[in-house]
């Protein structure tokens, strides 16, 4: 439950439930997520344009508009609440309204690519770090979204210990018709920023230590794999672990060195190699499905937890015969399997590269589509830049510099309201209306503030 209500020159706002109790101040043309954010008590939210739905809530008492120039309307305390987008919603009187509270890791954060190998053409690790530089809490097996261009997400599984709270690294297989994956591998370099979503998921370590354990991967499912290993120490169990990681090739089981280094650190942690096709005359491992070895490797898997993760075709035909054949508990298939199917056709707007720069030198670049405002594509990547009217051109809290300046589509009343804000230049843009084109890969954005506070407001 949250109360609003609206004074002189500002609008206070006391967030009241049974966890907390908080007081901050509002104007009547912000809108009530952006006041949230603001006073650092977040309504729950994601596109923050009236789209996804995610900040509907109910005001329950008082007087608002939806849109800062809407009609208003009023609701009584006695009458019917009405429903409403708190993106959309701003007050004008006292309200009483009823929203969800933005939760804990679901904030967009800006990551930034800090380093990319490639241990086979195919397969890219990827080191990113956060530069907001707060700690990124996960368990071990979990996924992230990345925001890519447009409204999509990409999701992958987190290859890191969970205790390496500021970097994060994933493991990324390249995909015959994937935007995304062609950039990363052909064009993607250090410095490159993307927004992260998460952590998601619950293929997290549930087994008690007396109990064995078999795990399944192929392919990059090996990711979240990793991380359970590494984060739990699966080697210094004293029931047996039995890792059986397949592909097609040789180069599908990418980090062989790493899972012999556990199989040799451990006493009863076994490393088994599978192949559908093997290249090598002298291939030593096993060959065929996961699933088939398990069977013959294992007569009863009664006592047994398994965690599988790869292609769903693995995935469902693993559950099936190891349930069904060798006695599996069906509660204790544990998955996260992944889809590869062919995605959808993106749209055909042209991209660009939009190079950013903060008052602490940091530099970075962001990969965006042309035709989307500044804002819009510094928030898809966690770069949460002030824009207290939500993009109305009132507010100016969105200025950037841009260097060398770029003129080109500037409206009315972006003009207008740059011409009455203190400190303007000719350089100077409102992020909300300043919509990409080819050009502004030749410039450089300069951001007020740091990756963790985009703000040219004192604190």
């Known amino acids: 439950m949250f109360l609003i209500w ?17 007081l901050f101040d509002a104007r009547a043309t912000i809108d009530i997520v952006s006041a949230s954010m603001q006073a650092g008590c977040a309504i729950d939210h994601s596109c923050r344009r009236g789209i996804c739905g995610q900040c509907n809530g109910l005001v329950l008492d008082g007087t608002f508009s939806v849109g800062i120039h809407g009609d208003t309307q009023t609701v009584s305390k006695d009458g019917n609440p009405a429903s409403v987008l708190m993106c959309q919603t701003f007050p004008r009187s006292d309200l009483t309204i009823d929203c969800r509270e933005k939760q804990e890791g679901t904030l967009t954060r800006p990551a930034q690519i800090d380093n990319i190998s490639f241990p086979t053409p195919e397969v890219a690790v990827v080191d990113l770090k956060l530069m907001d530089e707060e700690p990124f809490d996960f368990k071990a097996g979990q996924f992230v979204a990345i925001r890519w261009t447009g409204d999509r997400s990409k999701y992958f599984s987190l290859a890191s210990r969970d205790c390496e709270k500021g970097r994060i690294q994933l493991h990324i297989r390249r995909q015959k018709f994937g935007e995304f994956t062609t950039w990363l591998f052909e064009n993607a370099q250090r410095g490159d920023i993307l927004g992260l979503d998460g952590p998601f998921g619950t293929f997290t370590w549930s087994t008690p230590n007396q109990r064995p354990v078999i795990l399944l991967a192929t392919g990059t499912g090996f990711s979240p794999i990793k991380s359970l290993v590494e984060t739990h120490q699966l080697w210094n ?3 047996p672990v039995y890792l059986y990681w397949g592909g097609f090739t040789e180069q599908d089981i990418y980090q062989t060195e790493l899972a012999q280094q556990w199989s040799a650190a451990g006493t009863d942690f076994h490393f088994v190699p599978v192949l559908a096709a093997p290249t090598a005359k002298d291939w030593s491992g096993r060959m065929g499905y ?8 294992h007569q009863s898997l009664v006592e047994f937890d398994v965690y599988a993760c790869g292609s769903p075709a693995m995935i469902e035909a693993a559950r099936k015969k190891l349930v069904e054949e060798r006695g599996l508990i069906p509660d204790r298939f544990f998955t996260d399997s992944f889809n590869s199917t062919r995605p959808l056709a993106s749209n055909s707007s042209p991209l660009t590269d939009v190079s950013v720069s903060f008052e602490g030198q940091m530099q970075g670049r962001i990969h965006a589509e042309t035709g989307q405002t500044l804002l819009q594509v510094l928030l898809r990547a966690g770069l949460n830049l002030d824009h207290y009217c939500g993009g109305g051109a009132v507010c100016g ?7 060398p300046p770029l003129l080109d589509g500037m409206n009315e009343d972006e003009a207008d309201l740059l011409e009455c804000l203190e400190s303007s230049s000719e350089g100077h843009r409102l992020a909300c209306q300043m919509a990409l084109c080819q ?9 007020p503030g740091s990756p963790g506070r985009v703000s040219g407001l004192e604190d």
């Not at 500002?10 to 439930?17: D, H």
């Not at 996961?290 to 490797?297: H, I, K, P, R, T």
């Open 6 to 22: 609206t004074g002189e020159p500002c609008i206070a706002m006391k967030l009241s439930n049974i966890r907390n109790e908080t």
């Open 237 to 239: 169990r004293t029931a």
């Open 290 to 297: 996961l699933q088939e070895c398990v069977a013959e490797d």
């Open 397 to 403: 809290t969105c200025k950037v510099r841009v260097e």
């Open 439 to 447: 050009q502004v890969g030749s410039h450089t954005i300069h951001l």
